[in-house]
């Protein structure tokens, strides 16, 4: 397979015009491909109106009934939604150890037009560490029911996710629906977001059902016709569009289904975009994924400020209305430079999607409209329009969307003032589509002075070397590259395939301690400088009455972060060795490993101003089993990296995690 073409499964369903065909085949399609000679559309809309029939038919569908429960409705509309870290730094502070909500929301106002919801992504890819559980990780952040009700209080839907893979960490007394459903009840989520499912097993949404009747269910991948009945939101992911856009399936068949466009490793998201405003649908920002940065650029951002105004502003009409998609208003010269648009009406108000699949702008003729009469408005731009003979005269730009709304002589007077007031606040294209590079820095190594007492060492001499380091590229990568950098889905084994490295390294003159600080060593440390975390969450919480336990003083303390190690390592005038430092002193005579074997924290914390990390070394005696997507976890190579996306609120803190020193 090559990576960088959609699969036969990515592809748009192409629509059999025949007079006896069997649409029953689309009923399993992503998106239904728009057929290429113009002169087919007419037959194509009918033949989309015949299979919506027989669809109702063979599910014998009940209307909907799912999406008129009371409190669920904001799915319809919910236009754009993030899904992102729980320790963001838009929305944590690791400074102050707090969350910062309205940080989050003004910025996601500034550069996307502000979001309907959210994903808290929370645990993998750490999960697997550690024996903690999915919802381990929900329950031990501290403030984050604060978090929630301040999210909602800002107008923000919340919805948590749900690892089906997890089933080889500590295991909960009562079954994952029952767990999800307490942590619904707890903390007020709106959603659950089904990680890699298409659809929920009932057994799992009956009791969520019970903790909160409106809960909202969205999985990640092409929604089965039967369960749209009953599933209110999806991902539109992993798709291929043809040239005239086609139309999604599941929202098709269920208007008041909520779709949600994304491909997370694009740096190109005008596809997902146009697609989305022809069917009258949202989309998924995802800037940082699992670490990997792969922000949005400025055009793109743009467009979606301009979208979702409207969208929003007009929901009504895109889930009520008379939708004619690939209107035949658009004269031929416009559909022969790219653009496109869907028709969009209700009573007296008319809502017309336009996009241009070309690089170029298109300005001249883009409606050809018989009936003339009414206020016209460009709701996305702010240009003044009127229709004429001619027809009516816009510019779209080039890979950009456009949006009329017109308003009849019976529609309200709020219709008029809201598409005026979209009218008039001018949302301008931007044509910037250079992705906005973030890399990764590593914080300064501190500088360590006069004599470390650090215990016995192994000397690491100066000089250059080439490392060879391994890694599992898993959805992180290393360092700060995206790993699958426009490609269509990774499969496994290649989705979590072990990376080799040659890393040419400069090394200064160090020492590196030949074993872990221990529990009694860092009691010590505690006694002589009265050291209290910022946070104190997870803070040795396998010591007893604040001591080790007995018979454990020897054994590597744990239940530590970074900050926690850096202050010990400092009042020893040392510092922790760097990942590269580790990796040779690893490969010398006398350096060891306690028991129990726990990974080792290095000197090597990366930032890219919205997640951080730092590479673990040595492998821990700890493993979860069962699943690919888990940390990996049993004894390992000194050439080994493991990439740990830092966390906040003490979560940190494992008991397989410890370090030791340098100086």
């Known amino acids: 397979m090559n990576p960088l073409e959609p699969r036969p499964i990515d592809?748009?369903?192409?629509?059999?015009?025949?007079?006896?065909?069997?649409?029953?085949?689309?009923?399993?399609?992503?998106?239904?491909?728009?057929?290429?000679?113009?002169?087919?559309?007419?037959?194509?809309?009918?033949?989309?109106?015949?299979?919506?029939?027989?669809?109702?038919?063979?599910?014998?569908?009940?209307?909907?009934?799912?999406?008129?429960?009371?409190?669920?409705?904001?799915?319809?509309?919910?236009?754009?939604?993030?899904?992102?870290?729980?320790?963001?730094?838009?929305?944590?502070?690791?400074?102050?150890?707090?969350?910062?909500?309205?940080?989050?929301?003004?910025?996601?106002?500034?550069?996307?037009?502000?979001?309907?919801a959210v994903v808290l992504w929370h645990a993998y890819?750490?999960?697997g560490i550690d024996s903690r559980n999915q919802f381990d990780f929900y329950r031990d952040a501290p403030g984050l029911k604060e978090l929630i009700d301040k999210l909602h209080e800002l107008g923000l839907k919340v919805f948590f996710d749900y690892n089906p893979w997890?089933?080889?960490?500590?295991?909960?007394?009562?079954?994952?629906?029952?767990?999800?459903?307490?942590?619904?009840?707890?903390?007020?989520?709106?959603?659950?977001?089904?990680?890699?499912?298409?659809?929920?097993?009932?057994?799992?949404?009956?009791?969520?059902?019970?903790?909160?009747?409106?809960?909202?269910?969205?999985?990640?991948?092409?929604?089965?016709?039967?369960?749209?009945?009953?599933?209110?939101?999806?991902?539109?992911?992993?798709?291929?569009?043809?040239?005239?856009?086609?139309v999604l399936r599941a929202h098709?068949?269920?208007?008041?289904?909520?779709?949600?466009?994304?491909?997370?490793?694009?740096?190109?998201?005008?596809?997902?975009?146009?697609?989305?405003?022809?069917?009258?649908?949202?989309?998924?920002?995802?800037?940082?994924?699992?670490?990997?940065?792969v922000g949005w650029n400025a055009r793109d951002r743009a467009t979606l400020r301009r979208m979702v105004a409207a969208q929003r502003a007009f929901s009504e009409v895109l889930i009520g209305g008379d939708w004619i998609p690939l209107t035949p208003e658009i004269p031929d010269k416009a559909r022969e430079h790219g653009v496109f648009g869907?028709?969009?009406?209700?009573?007296?108000?008319?809502?017309?999607?336009?996009?241009?699949r070309d690089e170029d702008d298109f300005e001249g003729v883009v409606l050809r409209s018989e009936d003339q009469v009414g206020d016209w408005y460009d709701v996305t731009s702010g240009v003044p329009i009127t229709a004429d003979d001619d027809g009516v005269h816009l510019v779209v730009p080039g890979r950009g969307v456009a949006g009329i709304v017109r308003v009849g002589a019976t529609a309200g007077q709020s219709c008029r003032a809201t598409a005026r007031r979209l009218g008039t606040f001018s949302r301008p294209h931007i044509k910037d589509s250079a992705f906005p590079v973030a890399p990764t820095e590593r914080l300064a190594v501190p500088e360590v002075s006069g004599e470390a007492s650090i215990g016995e060492t192994v000397a690491v001499p100066?000089?250059?070397?080439?490392?060879?380091?391994?890694?599992?590229?898993?959805?992180?990568?290393?360092?700060?590259?995206?790993?699958?950098?426009?490609?269509?889905?990774?499969?496994?084994?290649?989705?979590?395939?072990?990376?080799?490295?040659?890393?040419?390294?400069?090394?200064?003159?160090?020492?590196?301690?030949?074993?872990?600080?221990?529990?009694?060593?860092?009691?010590?440390?505690?006694?002589?400088?009265?050291?209290?975390?910022?946070?104190?969450?997870?803070?040795?919480?396998?010591?007893?009455?604040?001591?080790?336990?007995?018979?454990?003083?020897?054994?590597?303390?744990?239940?530590?972060?970074?900050?926690?190690?850096?202050?010990?390592?400092?009042?020893?005038?040392?510092?922790?060795?760097?990942?590269?430092?580790?990796?040779?002193?690893?490969?010398?005579?006398?350096f060891t490993r306690g028991e129990p074997l726990v990974w080792n924290l290095t000197e090597s914390e990366h930032r890219d101003g919205r997640s951080r990390f730092c590479i673990l070394k040595g492998g821990s005696y700890y493993v979860a089993e069962g699943s690919d997507w888990y940390s990996d976890g049993g004894p390992q190579d000194p050439e080994v990296s493991f990439k740990l996306v830092l966390m906040g609120g003490g979560l940190d803190r494992s008991e397989t995690i410890g370090f030791r020193c340098a100086g």
């Open 252 to 293: 098709l068949f269920e208007r008041r289904h909520m779709m949600h466009h994304t491909r997370r490793w694009n740096r190109d998201h005008s596809d997902e975009l146009q697609s989305a405003w022809v069917n009258g649908v949202g989309i998924l920002v995802w800037e940082s994924v699992f670490s990997a940065w």
């Open 462 to 590: 100066a000089g250059e070397r080439s490392l060879t380091v391994r890694h599992r590229r898993r959805e992180t990568g290393l360092y700060d590259q995206a790993p699958y950098v426009e490609e269509w889905k990774p499969l496994p084994p290649r989705l979590h395939d072990i990376q080799t490295v040659v890393r040419e390294v400069a090394l200064s003159n160090i020492s590196v301690s030949i074993r872990e600080v221990t529990n009694a060593e860092y009691a010590e440390f505690l006694e002589a400088t009265n050291y209290r975390p910022l946070v104190a969450n997870r803070f040795l919480a396998h010591w007893v009455k604040g001591a080790p336990a007995p018979g454990t003083e020897d054994h590597p303390v744990t239940y530590v972060d970074l900050p926690d190690a850096r202050a010990y390592a400092a009042w020893r005038g040392g510092r922790l060795p760097t990942e590269d430092e580790w990796q040779v002193a690893a490969g010398l005579d006398r």
């Open 166 to 246: 997890d089933v080889g960490t500590r295991r909960a007394a009562r079954p994952d629906g029952d767990e999800f459903a307490a942590l619904v009840a707890d903390f007020g989520a709106d959603g659950a977001f089904l990680d890699t499912l298409k659809e929920a097993d009932p057994a799992f949404t009956r009791p969520l059902r019970r903790a909160n009747p409106a809960i909202a269910l969205e999985g990640e991948s092409r929604l089965p016709l039967a369960r749209i009945g009953d599933h209110a939101l999806s991902w539109a992911q992993w798709f291929a569009d043809t040239r005239a856009p086609g």
């Open 11 to 116: 592809q748009p369903a192409k629509v059999d015009l025949g007079l006896r065909a069997d649409l029953a085949f689309l009923d399993d399609a992503k998106i239904l491909g728009a057929p290429d000679d113009p002169t087919d559309l007419p037959r194509w809309r009918g033949k989309l109106a015949e299979w919506l029939m027989g669809a109702y038919d063979r599910t014998a569908y009940d209307g909907g009934l799912h999406y008129e429960v009371p409190g669920r409705e904001w799915t319809q509309t919910a236009y754009s939604v993030a899904l992102v870290w729980l320790w963001d730094d838009q929305l944590y502070d690791v400074d102050t150890g707090k969350f910062t909500p309205e940080k989050f929301v003004q910025r996601a106002v500034e550069d996307f037009g502000g979001y309907d």
């Open 342 to 356: 869907s028709r969009f009406e209700l009573a007296d108000i008319t809502f017309w999607t336009l996009i241009n």
């Open 125 to 127: 890819p750490v999960i």
